[in-house]
């Protein structure tokens, strides 16, 4: 059964949100551990959130899909871009990659916003 990666997403970040309203010091850390980790530098945001996209295939992160997808959407990789990171993480991976693998072109397929379609 096919996972619904927007609500997916959208469940995460109101969960994270609730999750720092309990424990602020570490969600303030770990978000300054993401912010400064992504940030532009010797390597650009894109490719790092798409290492994190063919890290959570390897280790089998369903959350980590759909966050790392939208954000190497958000940060400007193509589809093709995504694919291919797929494929990398499949290569290191084996089998159990391949599963997830499938899990991330499906988030992606879900996350990509569609021509004409709102919020487009």
């Known amino acids: 059964m096919a996972k619904d ?3 997916l997403y959208s469940d995460l970040v109101g969960m994270m949100g609730r999750l720092g309203g309990e424990a602020p010091g570490i969600m303030a850390g770990f978000d300054q551990l993401h912010s400064t980790s992504t940030a532009e530098g010797a390597l650009s945001t894109k490719v790092k959130e798409l290492m994190a996209l063919a890290i959570g295939i390897n280790v089998r992160c369903d959350g980590c899909l759909a966050y790392h997808v939208h954000d190497a959407l958000q940060a400007g ?3 093709e871009e995504v694919v291919e990171t797929i494929g990398v993480a499949i290569m290191m991976g084996g089998g159990p990659s391949v599963v997830y693998g ?3 072109l499906e988030a992606l397929n879900q996350l990509t916003p569609k021509v004409g379609s709102p919020g487009a």
Do not use: G, V
């Open 77 to 79: 990789a193509t589809r």
């Open 5 to 7: 990666y927007p609500a």
């Open 102 to 104: 499938c899990e991330a």
